[in-house]
């Protein structure tokens, strides 16, 4: 594997990427260690019509548009957030926490989805201003505008 010198960020993502891999074969498979649950997440800058802002986009499929919180500190975003298993209504009756819970435990053959706490803190290049920042979920996906100062 060669290191492309435009985008080393981009090589050095790949390589994190095989060696997390290899280490859920190992521990996750071989000695049943739950990894935790990561979190995609892309940032870009944009410098348009004279503003300049970055633009985060996190993988966050599964959540109520409600459960999403974010905190946001001089160059620092924080997304927490809570991912609960639930069925739609025509499939199963389950009426609250503690039932979801024993139906869990009593039927799950196999889980590989993540369901508990999400969090995520990102650092950004450069200052942002708390005052104007836009956020969208859609489709699974967190979209927040961050205005730089």
């Not at 459960?67 to 009426?95: G, W, Y």
Request: charged share 30%; net charge neutral; hydrophobic share 40%.
């Amino acid at each position: 594997m060669s290191i492309d010198k435009e985008k080393p960020f981009l090589e050095l993502s790949k390589i994190k990427d095989i060696t997390s891999e290899i280490l859920d074969v190992v521990f996750v498979k071989n000695y049943g260690i739950k990894k935790e649950y990561k979190v995609d997440t892309d940032v870009f800058y944009i410098n348009q019509n004279g503003k300049e802002y970055y633009i985060v986009i996190l993988s966050l499929p599964g959540l109520k548009k409600d459960s999403i919180e974010i905190s946001l500190s001089e160059d620092t975003i924080v997304v927490s957030a809570k991912r609960e298993l639930f069925f739609p209504v025509n499939m199963i009756d389950i009426q609250n926490e503690g039932d979801m819970l024993k139906f869990i435990t009593e039927h799950a053959v196999y889980i590989e989805n993540y369901y508990g706490n999400i969090y995520r803190k990102i650092r950004l290049p450069r200052r942002v201003k708390k005052i104007d920042q836009e956020a969208v979920y859609l489709k699974g996906l967190l979209y927040i505008k961050l205005e730089c100062e």
